[in-house]
């Protein structure tokens, strides 16, 4: 059965730290892995990662896949209050039905 | 702006009362998604379609019906069948799908009176 699973399930940092947080995922065909951040509302995008070993940044975000071990990190360096979010990654499904399989997501919590 | 509207925001239902749920894009999306999450669960997947007049069943359709007359609108209509419908409801489309970026509306949050 195709899943997704995302570690830690929550986390709680001071300003200024950094958090890695993790993504493995077990998928038919895979394509690419994505990463949203969730504040109150609707997720919002983050990364598209579809090659190993290439990472993709974005301030102090970055994030990074390997396709080998099939897992995908993201970093976040710095932190502020305002990346206190819930984080999901999710990997289309392609066996036909082109569902996209969500983990249960990152709570994280940076405190000032 | 290009984007995806849900409403409404909240939405309150009696018992054994139908209720539906709005999303449209205007991102000329082909493919649309209704989610369902839960405190600790992550997204679960209710219903998509990958194209006008075409839909499939996700994990959790039971309770739940959809229609796509439009390539821009997707309701989503929770039944009195669904026996535990508080939730936030999210809706979503892609380019194409499967393979491309997701992009969610705001959500609609039903609660049951």
């Known amino acids: 059965e195709d899943k997704v699973v995302q570690s830690p399930l929550s986390l709680v940092v001071h300003e200024g730290d950094t958090v890695t947080l993790n993504c493995s995922y077990e998928?038919?065909?895979?394509?690419?892995l994505l990463w949203y951040k969730q504040e109150k509302k609707a997720p919002t995008f983050l990364f598209m990662l579809?090659?190993?070993?290439i990472e993709k940044k974005s301030g102090r975000l970055s994030s990074i896949l390997d396709k080998k071990e099939l897992f995908s990190i993201l970093n976040i360096t710095a932190t502020q209050t305002g990346d206190s979010a819930v984080y999901l990654c999710?990997?289309?499904?392609?066996?036909?039905?082109?569902?996209?399989?969500f983990g249960t997501g990152t709570r994280l919590k940076v405190l000032a | 702006d290009g984007g995806i509207t849900q409403s409404p925001k909240y939405l309150f239902r009696k018992e054994g009362q139908n209720v539906t749920l709005s999303c449209e894009q205007n991102?000329?999306?082909?493919?649309m998604y209704w989610y369902r999450q839960d405190p600790g669960q992550g997204l679960r997947l209710i219903y998509y379609?990958?194209?006008?007049?075409?839909?499939q069943k996700g994990d959790i359709a039971e309770g739940y019906s959809v229609s796509r007359e439009k390539k821009e609108s997707f309701p989503l209509t929770v039944t009195s069948a669904q026996k535990n419908p508080t939730a936030f409801y999210l809706c979503?489309?892609?380019?194409?799908?499967?393979?491309?970026?997701?992009?969610f509306g705001p959500g609609t949050r039903l609660l049951v009176l």
């Open positions: 979503a489309s892609s380019v194409f799908p499967g393979g491309e970026t997701q992009y």
């Open positions: 998928v038919t065909n895979f394509r690419s």
């Open positions: 579809t090659s190993s070993g």
């Open positions: 999710a990997v289309p499904e392609t066996s036909g039905t082109y569902k996209y399989i």
């Open positions: 991102l000329n999306h082909d493919a």
């Open positions: 379609s990958q194209i006008v007049n075409d839909f």
